[in-house]
């Protein structure tokens, strides 16, 4: 399968705790994004990589979170002391494009996250 | 800020009718692009338009990207219960080079056999 994978598909954490997701782009693609989406919402954007370096942080993303693409392949996407309000689908996608307008985004399965 | 929303928010179908969902955004946008989600699944791509008053049809569904670049239409004609999912209109801000998609909230469509 060569799509965008994202492991874990699901995770179910005690608030408080800490977790981390990895999403696996497809292979070549440049640009990797990260994108929140709750129940009835539309993908709110998180965070954008374009090989190894982030070039866009959504507001969304407080200190808590955290994300690394370090060499420009897999990326990683940490939530610090997890609040109820985080439980949400992250959802990874991966576009071929490397520069210009934006292009096709492929979208992973998505983790759905759970904060107890 | 960046704003773009989709109306209706739900549209239930019996098979065979027609659907329609529209997309608006506050400021002008690059190109538009439409995914389709459904239950318990991820956006997938359906198209990209880009150019002014484009057009474009894939077998029953056709989607129109306004003159102004700010509106989008996609419609679906004589639905079928394979169609049932959230449709996303998303699109970049005009100059922008970073490739961040705006997603509006969606058009939940039920089809009913």
């Known amino acids: 399968d060569t799509g965008v994978s994202q492991d874990p598909r699901h995770k179910i954490t005690k608030r408080g705790q800490n977790v981390t997701f990895r999403c696996d782009p497809i292979s070549e693609h440049n640009r990797l994004y990260w994108y929140r989406q709750t129940l009835g919402q539309g993908p709110e954007f998180l965070t954008y990589f374009q090989n190894e370096a982030q070039l866009e942080k959504s507001r969304l993303l407080s200190d808590r979170f955290s994300a690394e693409r370090p060499k420009g392949s897999f990326s990683t996407l940490e939530i610090q002391r997890t609040e109820q309000g985080d439980s949400a689908m992250y959802l990874c996608?991966?576009?071929?494009?490397?520069?210009?307008?934006?292009?096709?985004?492929?979208f992973g399965p998505g983790t759905r996250l759970t904060v107890l | 800020g960046q704003q773009v929303m989709q109306i209706p928010q739900y549209q239930h179908v019996q098979e065979g009718e027609d659907f329609t969902t529209y997309c608006n955004s506050s400021?002008?946008?690059?190109?538009i692009q439409w995914y389709k989600q459904r239950p318990g699944g991820h956006p997938v791509f359906l198209i990209q338009l880009v150019k002014s008053g484009e057009v474009k049809k894939q077998k029953r569904l056709t989607f129109q990207f306004g003159e102004a670049k700010k509106n989008s239409s996609l419609h679906i004609t004589a639905t079928q219960t394979t169609d049932v999912g959230t449709y996303f209109c998303a699109g970049p801000v005009r100059g922008s080079t970073l490739g961040r998609l705006y997603f509006g909230r969606g058009t939940q469509l039920t089809v009913w056999p």
């Open positions: 400021t002008t946008l690059s190109n």
């Open positions: 996608a991966s576009s071929p494009r490397t520069s210009g307008s934006a292009d096709t985004q492929y």
